[in-house]
C-alpha cells in the first residue's frame, strides 16, 4: 500500500513539472514573437535622425605634441681646485656677462706657493750669471794656456786641466739655464693655482648675456675640485623638446614652423622653428627627439616649462567637408547616408576621407558630394531607409479619423438620458 503511495506521488510531481514546462516554453515562445513583430513593426516605420550639410573650406593635418623646454646653452660653474668658498658675487637670476668674476676661494696657501716660485726662479737666475762669470773666465784660462802650451812654456797637464775646467764651467751653465726654465714652470704652475681660486664664467659663442640659473652652494662652503658653484643659461633661445611618433616621423624636417603653447601664458602662442630631429626612435617607446628653436626675446618663456607643440603637416585650402559623425560603416564600406531633396529618405554613398581637423573630416572621393548627410541615427538606416529629420513639424493624415478612448466612450451618459 505504502509502495502504490509513493508511486503516485511520484507520478504527480513529474506532470507537475512537465506542465510548468510546457507552460514556460509557451510563454517565452510567445515573447519572441512579439519581439519579432515589434521589429518588424519598427523597421517599417521612418527613423528619427539628424541632419548636417557638406561644405567646402580650408582644412589641415595638424600633428599635436607635448614636451618641455630646456636652455639652449646651459653649463656648470665649478673650481679646479680644493678650497673654501670665500666669496659667491652672483644669485639666481643675476645676468653674467662673459669672463665676469662670479666667485672666489681662499687663496692665501696658493698666493705663498706663487711668491716662493718666484723667490726660487730669482736663485736660479742669479745662479746662471754666476756660472757664465766662471765660464768666461774659464775660457780664458784655458785659451792662455793652449798659448803657451804651443810656446812650450806650460806642460801638457797643464793644458788638460785648463781645458777640464772649461768644460765643467760649460756644463754647470746648461745646469743653470734649465734650472731657470724649471723654476718659471714651477711659477707658472702657482700662478695657475692662484688664478684657479678665482672662477669666472666664460664661453666661446658669442658675448651675449646669459643668466644664473641654480645656486648649488654658499659662502664658506669647502668645496672640493669641480664641485658646482651654479649654473649659467642662456635663454635668450630655448629649446622646446618634443617626442615624434613613427606614423608622424616621415612629416617632420627641419625648418618646419612650430606653435608653442603654454599655460604659464594662457591664449598666448609661441612661433619656432625645427632645429634638429634625431635620426633614431627609442625601441622602448618608437618615438623621436625633436628640438625647435623658440625665439625668447621678452624673456617670458622659462627652462623647464611644460608646453604644446602643433606641427601643421598639410594643408587643403577647398576641400569638401562632413562632419566627422556623419561616418558609417557597411558592407559596402564606409560612407555616409545622403538624404534626399524632400528629407524623406536617405541612399548610402561610399567615401574615400583624408585629412582630420577636430569634427570635421575630408572627403576624396566622390569630389561632388553634397547635400545633407545624418550625422545622428544612421546605426538604424540602411540603404534607402525613409526618415523623420528631427525637429521638423508633422501632421496627421487628413483621412484618419478621430480616436475617442475607451474609457471616455464608456462614461458618456446616453444620448436620451434626460435632467431631473
Known amino acids: 500500500m505504502r509502495v502504490v503511495k509513493k ?13 510548468g514546462a510546457l507552460g514556460g516554453w509557451e510563454i517565452y515562445r510567445r515573447v519572441k514573437e ?18 548636417s550639410p557638406v561644405t567646402r573650406g580650408p582644412i ?33 637670476g643675476d645676468p653674467v656677462r662673459p669672463g665676469q668674476l662670479i666667485a672666489t676661494l681662499e687663496d692665501e696657501e ?47 797637464s797643464e793644458l788638460d786641466a785648463a781645458e777640464a775646467h772649461w768644460r765643467t764651467c760649460q756644463a754647470k751653465q746648461k745646469v743653470a739655464e734649465a734650472t731657470v726654465t724649471q723654476r718659471e714652470a714651477a711659477l707658472k704652475a702657482a700662478q695657475v693655482r692662484l688664478a684657479y681660486a678665482k672662477v669666472a664664467a666664460v664661453w666661446e659663442d658669442g658675448n651675449d648675456t646669459r643668466v644664473v640659473g641654480e645656486r648649488f652652494v654658499h659662502e664658506g662652503t669647502m668645496l672640493k675640485a669641480n664641485e658646482p658653484i651654479v649654473s649659467v643659461l642662456d635663454n635668450r633661445v630655448l629649446l622646446g623638446i618634443i617626442n615624434v611618433i613613427e606614423r608622424d616621423y616621415p612629416k617632420v624636417h627641419v625648418g618646419q614652423t612650430v606653435t ?30 625633436v628640438e625647435v628653436e623658440i625665439p625668447n626675446a621678452e624673456g617670458l618663456l622659462k627652462p623647464g616649462m611644460f608646453i604644446r607643440a602643433r606641427i601643421e603637416f598639410d594643408r587643403r585650402p577647398n576641400a ?62 540602411e ?34 438620458a434626460g435632467g431631473r
Open 7 to 19: 508511486l503516485l506521488v511520484t507520478a504527480l510531481l513529474l506532470a507537475v513539472a512537465a506542465g
Open 34 to 51: 512579439g519581439d519579432k513583430k515589434g521589429v518588424r513593426g519598427r523597421r517599417g516605420g521612418p527613423v528619427p535622425v539628424e541632419l
Open 60 to 92: 589641415r593635418d595638424l600633428g599635436l605634441f607635448t614636451g618641455t623646454l630646456e636652455p639652449r646653452s646651459q653649463f656648470l660653474l665649478a673650481p679646479k681646485i680644493t678650497g673654501r668658498l670665500e666669496k659667491l658675487l652672483v644669485n639666481v
Open 110 to 156: 696658493f698666493a705663498q706657493q706663487a711668491a716662493e716660485a718666484q723667490a726660487e726662479l730669482k736663485v736660479a737666475r742669479a745662479n746662471v750669471e754666476n756660472c757664465r762669470s766662471d765660464l768666461e773666465v774659464a775660457q780664458r784660462e784655458y785659451e792662455r794656456a793652449r798659448a803657451l802650451r804651443e810656446k812650450k812654456v806650460a806642460s801638457e
Open 260 to 289: 608653442v603653447a603654454t599655460d604659464a601664458w594662457p591664449g598666448r602662442e609661441f612661433v619656432g622653428r625645427i632645429a634638429r630631429i634625431a635620426p633614431m626612435l627609442k625601441e622602448s617607446s618608437r618615438q623621436a627627439r
Open 320 to 381: 569638401t567637408l562632413i562632419p566627422a559623425t556623419a561616418l558609417a560603416r557597411r558592407s559596402a564600406g564606409e560612407g555616409v547616408f545622403l538624404a534626399d531633396a524632400a528629407g524623406r529618405s536617405v541612399r548610402f554613398v561610399t567615401v574615400t576621407t583624408g585629412l582630420a581637423e577636430g569634427e570635421h573630416l575630408e572627403v576624396v572621393k566622390p569630389a561632388d558630394l553634397a547635400g545633407m548627410v545624418v550625422t545622428l541615427g544612421q546605426h538604424l538606416l
Open 383 to 416: 540603404d534607402g531607409s525613409p526618415i523623420l529629420v528631427s525637429g521638423r513639424p508633422t501632421s496627421a493624415p487628413a483621412s484618419a479619423p478621430a480616436r475617442v478612448p475607451k474609457r471616455a466612450a464608456k462614461n458618456t451618459p446616453p444620448a436620451a
